[in-house]
């Protein structure tokens, strides 16, 4: 299975978009430290999750939710 996550900043609110097989571990990744472009900005938490059978649908809703109306559907289910 494949996994579309968004994380949030606990620093400055910041979202992050992803794409993993594994997003707890992948969140460990972020908090640690791994991830050049996360880095500066951790503590990180999972605030949305999205379950793909094939990587193919996967990458296409991460690209979704990294487009300007992805943008606004996850600002429409954080703030309802």
């Keep these: 299975m494949y996994y579309v996550y968004v994380i949030k900043s606990r620093i400055d609110g910041?979202?992050?978009k992803g794409l993993t097989e594994d997003p707890e571990r992948?969140?460990?990744e972020h908090n640690?430290?791994?991830t050049k472009s996360t880095r500066p900005y951790k503590p990180w938490k999972i605030i949305f999750t999205e379950e793909f059978e094939n990587l193919k649908k996967a990458r296409i809703r991460e690209k979704y939710l990294k487009?300007?109306?992805g943008r606004e559907f996850l600002k429409?289910?954080?703030d309802p």
């Design 14 to 16: 910041r979202l992050y």
């Design 26 to 28: 992948r969140l460990k």
């Design 32 to 34: 640690s430290g791994k």
């Design 67 to 69: 487009s300007g109306i």
């Design 76 to 78: 429409s289910i954080m």
